[in-house]
C-alpha cells in the first residue's frame, strides 16, 4: 500500500468516526425531547379527584359478557 492509499484509508476512518458521533448525538437529543415530551404528557394529566365523589360500588365489576 502506497503513500496516497494509506493516507485515504485514514481520511475514510476519521470520516466514518465523525459520521458515528454525529449520528449518536443526534440519537441522544432526540432521546432527550423524547423523554422531555412524555414527561410534559404525564404532568398535563389531571388529577381523579373526581372519582372520589362516586360511591363505593362501581368500578368494581367488568361486564365480559358482549
Do not use: H, W
Not at 29 to 43: Q, R, V
Not at 46 to 53: E, I, K, R
Amino acid at each position: 500500500m502506497d503513500v496516497n492509499g494509506i493516507s485515504s484509508a485514514a481520511t475514510a476512518l476519521s470520516a466514518a468516526n465523525t459520521q458515528r458521533e454525529v449520528s449518536t448525538a443526534v440519537l441522544k437529543k432526540a432521546i432527550d425531547l423524547g423523554a422531555e415530551g412524555a414527561i410534559s404528557l404525564i404532568e398535563a394529566i389531571p388529577d381523579n379527584a373526581s372519582s372520589q365523589n362516586l360511591p363505593s360500588n362501581l368500578g368494581r365489576n367488568v361486564n365480559t359478557t358482549a
